[in-house]
């Protein structure tokens, strides 16, 4: 195992020594409590596998004030913790493969049937992790909350639109320019006219009030979102299958769950924004033509700078089941 080079080594060391109650796991989430999604997503996997094990399977969560986010995947394939549920950006580093996926065009039953799943489980084995759950979102997983509305052109010329580097294929679509900041500087750097607005997931926005400093929703959203939910492998294995097989029912439970109700829960939250003074503004015509495009083009091409081999699998893979043009 490497040795642990971030400021959270000596935490995640601490914790690791502590003993543990039998099938009680530890598990580690990339977000807080207030995390949006927790509700429909990692509170019902864990309220799902405690009802049907009759507690005998609990989880003591850990949030991103333990382990930073970017630093997660490391302790819990040494097995400090025994599942991570995450995004893939936090560890492009390691592998861009759950980022770059989200530029296909897959619902949950396409990534079930074509076999993309078991794919995934596969390539994260080698990282001693295993794919236990994947939430898959309907198309239109991200949008862009502006000051103000799209131009004549239907686009964001020279706007600095804050985002990660996931978002820069639409970015650049749109005529913007990509401004990396941390999440707590959006709210002031849009008041302050430093920003002209943020790229963020479909929901969450309210919970920042940004609502407050840029009115304007840019739609369509855009790409799918995947969320995994992962175990040591080494502790799957020491499972029981009777114990594996409550995870994964559980889990695909929860996927279900979360891939038919997505847009009714999308839908609340912009409800509750144009409540509050929010307006749709729609991108032009010519601009949604390319959207998908932009996106998919955007995250090959961020997915090629870190492991082009593994970007050319997965993208002709993606093509041969019809998940990319």
Do not use: C
Not at 38 to 56: C, D, H, R, W
């Amino acid at each position: 195992m490497k040795i642990f080079k971030s400021a959270a080594a000596a935490v995640i060391l601490a914790i690791a020594s502590l003993p543990v109650a039998a099938q009680e796991f530890r598990l580690l989430s990339s977000w807080d409590t207030n995390y949006a999604y927790n509700p429909y997503m990692l509170e019902p996997f864990i309220e799902g596998v405690q009802t049907a094990s009759n507690g005998k399977m609990k989880f003591s969560v850990s949030g991103p004030e333990t382990v930073p986010a970017f630093e997660q995947l490391e302790p819990v394939s040494a097995g400090v913790f025994q599942f991570l549920f995450t995004h893939g950006s936090y560890h492009f580093g390691t592998t861009p493969a759950l980022t770059l996926v989200e530029g296909f065009e897959a619902d949950l039953t396409k990534v079930r049937e074509s076999g993309l799943f078991d794919v995934l489980d596969k390539h994260y084995q080698k990282q001693n992790l295993k794919l236990v759950m994947l939430m898959v979102s309907p198309v239109g997983a991200y949008h862009m909350v502006l000051r103000n509305p799209v131009n004549a052109q239907g686009d964001l010329a020279g706007r600095r639109i804050r985002g990660v580097a996931t978002y820069t294929g639409v970015i650049d679509m749109l005529n913007g320019v990509t401004t990396v900041l941390p999440v707590s500087d959006v709210y002031t750097s849009i008041e302050k006219g430093l920003i002209d607005g943020t790229a963020w997931p479909i929901i969450g926005a309210l919970d920042y009030r940004w609502v407050e400093v840029a009115k304007y929703l840019l739609r369509p959203g855009f790409g799918v979102n995947y969320e995994p939910l992962f175990m040591n492998l080494d502790a799957w294995e020491a499972l029981s299958k009777e114990d594996q097989e409550i995870l994964s029912n559980v889990a695909r439970r929860v996927e279900k769950a979360w891939s038919e109700n997505a847009t009714e829960v999308w839908s609340k939250e912009e409800k509750a924004m144009i409540a509050q003074g929010a307006e749709i503004s729609e991108m032009g015509s010519s601009q949604q033509e390319k959207l998908q495009q932009a996106w998919s083009e955007g995250l090959i091409k961020q997915a090629k700078s870190k492991d082009a081999k593994l970007t050319e699998e997965l993208v002709e893979f993606a093509r041969s089941n019809g998940m990319l043009k």
